[in-house]
């Protein structure tokens, strides 16, 4: 069922004319990755501060932390 709604979405961002941030059209396992980065639920994946690997943008070892809310004005 996952992969339905996946495959569901991926259409809708393309017939809306949404392109993924390289240009290309969506797919079902694109979205999924982006999904489960944890940014659709307002969460940032970042390495995990209490990792000392010194190697940080190839670390595998990442944490989520909530990301900052947006202020709206009415």
């Known amino acids: 069922m996952a992969d339905q ?4 979405l991926a259409r809708r961002l393309n017939r809306d004319g949404y392109t993924t941030e390289g ?8 979205l999924r990755q982006v999904m489960d980065q944890g940014f659709a639920a307002g969460l940032l994946r970042i390495h995990d ?4 690997c010194r190697r940080a ?18």
Do not use: D, M
């Open 57 to 74: 943008a190839r670390c595998q070892q990442k944490v989520f932390r909530p990301g900052a809310p947006t202020a709206h004005r009415g």
């Open 23 to 30: 240009g290309l059209p969506w797919s079902a396992e694109t």
């Open 5 to 8: 709604n996946f495959a569901y």
């Open 49 to 52: 501060p209490e990792c000392r």
